[in-house]
């Protein structure tokens, strides 16, 4: 057990994933490959305990997600007692599942906003990312958000197939009012691992977004907000992930388990535990697996002595995991990584004829068992 | 840099003002971040109703402040409106 460090930092953001059950198969999904094994999900009173918990630590952000958060049935009690503890409270869905009665139900319980996810700017396209029909249902639940007045930001991750299309995608948001307009670059963890000689865009196509989205932000600047979330592949700088590993954010999955983030369970050797099991307070402080990537004790070479290690704090522990084998590495992203080779491969290592594996429970027992 | 003298800033729908119990400062609450406001900056937020216009805030400011230079005070609201419009937190 590593010893609790004497400062423990303020979390301010509590993502809740309730359930990783979900109606979509996104090719890009970010819950983790053997997410089928999260059954034993946690239960409405479980729930209630952890968000009064996690606002007494001074968490004052809740993102509702999953999978589909929409698929628990106490989703508007959960929401009403968020709101109770006075936690900004936001839905993060895929919009599949949404009739009027049940978005009034949830706008008088409190919530504060809702996260929409789009797939693409047109059916087809969109449909095939998601492996189901679902876009115009979307769109649908899009109009139904803004005619009962509820704040919208629409989400798009981008990748090969659609991110030629962000004039289109920013196009359609101003037309369905969504506040702001997020386009997040496919990030490369789970199932968009597995898909990446797929999604991974060209620098070219990557780029000539990049130089529209620069334009529109100009264009929508005071009506819609437009954020552009970068590929780091191909921008070519690591990000500062989470603002540093256990330092403001806190992830906890359908089981309970308490993480940095919600990519972290790939990292093999740490142990999350669960609020089943303990006080959150607690785990936050205490959890040897929070506390191994805390502060900068962890680094190696090059971090250890790279002026930008208070700034990207060695990139994402995720990515270094994933392509090094070891999460105390450099994130192979950064030119001064020793593994940096394996990020040039893979900018360059597209194949349009790549099969498809989309997110779906066949497919998680069929890699867990790889493992 | 000066926001036209007719517009009467609201705050938006998705923004919310929060007293933090642990901190014992105001917070400016939306879906991607959480601000810590410091005195002047809450006071600010809270006469966004939608009704005032801008120099009526910095009157109201400078009464409540007993501030010695309106001028200076005048740049400072202009300048915090702006930076939060730009975030889309105010309409």
Redesign the interface.
Known sequence: MIAPRPYTPRPYTLVAELTYRCPLRCLYCSNPLDFYRARNELSTGQWRLTLSQAAELGVVQLHLSGGEPLLRPDLPELVRHARSLDLYTNLITSGTLLDEDRLRKLRESGLDHIQLSIQGSDPANAELVAGTRSHESKLETARMVRKLEIPLTLNVVLHRLNIGHVRELIALAAELGAQRLELANTQFYGWALENRRLLMPTLDQYENAEQVVVQQIARYRGKMEIAFVRNDYLSGEPKPCMGGWGQSYICINPVGQVMPCHAASVIPGLRFESVKDLPLGRIWRDSPAINAFRGDDWMLQPCRECPRKTIDFGGCRCQAFLLTGNAAQADPICRLSPHHAAVEAARTEMAGDASQVYRDVRNSRRLSARD | MTSESAWKPRL???A?L?F?Q?ARQE?L????A?LILNETAAAIVRLCDGERPVGAIVAELSREFHSRDPAALEVEVNGFLDRI????LLE
């Open positions: 938006s729908a998705k919310r929060k933090d642990l917070m609450l939306f879906p991607e959480a419009r730009m975030r889309g």
